[in-house]
């Protein structure tokens, strides 16, 4: 009876049971979003299509964030799949378009793939350009950075870029997979390919003063 | 007696003969005694730390390259050497520029861009690892005229 009395309006209306039910299928639809959300953001899952198996994986594994010696890795949604809850939905609801392009085989060979590299891989320096190449960061910090455990080329630039308000991205392109075609002035060959970008233009002075 | 310092002579000669013999066995490959059907025990060699510039052992000898080039990649796409060495952008990284002798073509004649036969950086211009030579090397560069 004294229950009964400390329930609200609504809690006497649906009853105790069926609000119990009503939290606990809550429970369970929260916790099994999240399972799917963390099934699609494995290597495994990744993987799973063959476009991405063929190509891009094969190119990572090369290199020092598939395998290297301390076997602390970087897969696929650590750099491709924002950490934090707002822009991982975002990101996830931008890859439903990638799903369609599956169903299509837009990229379903590796020369059609290579054919497209330039787009896809301009799509991904876009994103990181645009939040500070964040999943970079998520390991590697700039204010955590030793430079005297780097070696001469390392500890002479990054200091130099960070002033410039650079981001890892701008200088770090290609690093886990191979680069489209670009223009470097080496010849006939790929010329009048895009030109790689260094991050060259230097951001808005209230902007710089903004992230300080 | 003539015979005693005969066969000293004779023990000597064998002596330092299966001494060379022996020194001979030692010298091994780099990759240790091991037939190159299987896994050479021998650990891999690891690259030296980057370094100021390697002085160069005799007249036009394609400089050495004084840093790790792990992971680095020359394709028809992309050549990641050029892209701090090249003339326009070793300004601003601070890298060696390409020699001018890499812009002429076989016949010696100008190219505005770098010629095709020097695209792959690495036939010439080796990166150093800390492997032991297995001989002693006696090269002497012959002086600057």
Redesign the interface.
Known sequence: MNLEKCMPGWLKRIGLTSALLLFVAGVVFWGGFNWALEATNKESFCISCHEMEENVFKEYQ???HYTNRTGVRATCPDCHVPKEWGPKMIRKIQASNEVWHKLLGTVDTPEKFNAKRGQLAQNEWNRMKKNDSQECRNCHNYSYMDYTEQ???AS??HPKAFDESKTCIDCHK??AH?????D???????EGAPE?S?GEKPAEPAEAADKK | MRLIPALALAAAVLFTGTGVVSAQEKLLSERGDVSIDQTSKVDMFRPE????NIPRNFQKQPPLIP??V??Y?V?????KC??CH?K?RAE???ATKVAKSHYLDREDKKLQ????RR?FCMQCHVPQFDAKPLVENNYKPAAKN
């Open positions: 090369n290199t020092i070696g001469p080329r002479r630039t290609g690093i191979q680069l489209p075609r670009l470097q002035h080496i010849g006939k060959q790929n790689l260094h | 730390k980057d370094k100021e840093h790790s792990k992971g990649v394709t028809q796409n992309f050549n050029m892209d090249s326009e601003e990284t601070g861009t770098i010629s095709p695209y």
